[in-house]
């Protein structure tokens, strides 16, 4: 059964920084992908960024991303951080992990993902 826990979300300001944790349990043990995702009240679920398991194709990040996060995956330890860097007020969201036991090509698309996590939120005010 596969289990995913996201944790590290709060409350900062304008500029601030946060990293967020999804703990990740029963996924395959090779050739998988992982990813994170937003929903901001009254929004869509979108895709932040997303990664291989084994790095095996190019990481995938949102444009809306500009070089301020970075995704990563502690295969050791099964958990994928998202590094959060200048934060805006319009990154303000529920943060969901999400995973599937297969390589996806189009990373940010949550259609193709099995597996989500509850959440954290993120809030950034100015």
């Known amino acids: 059964q596969v289990q995913l826990m996201e944790s590290g979300g709060g409350s900062v300001q304008t500029g601030g920084t946060l990293k967020l944790s999804c703990s990740t349990s029963?996924?395959?043990?090779?050739?998988?992908?992982v990813g994170w995702f937003r929903q901001a009240p009254g929004k869509e679920r979108e895709g932040v960024a997303g990664?291989?398991?084994?790095?095996?194709?190019?990481?995938m990040y949102a444009d809306f991303v500009r070089d301020r996060f970075i995704i990563s995956y502690d295969a050791a330890k099964e958990i994928v951080y998202l590094q959060m860097n200048d934060l805006e007020a319009d990154d303000t969201a529920m943060y969901y992990c999400a995973a599937a036991n297969w390589v996806i090509t189009s990373k940010l698309d949550s259609r193709w993902y099995d597996y989500w996590g509850r959440g954290t939120q993120v809030s950034v005010s100015s």
């Open positions: 990664m291989d398991s084994d790095g095996s194709s190019t990481i």
């Open positions: 029963g996924l395959a043990r090779v050739g998988y992908t």
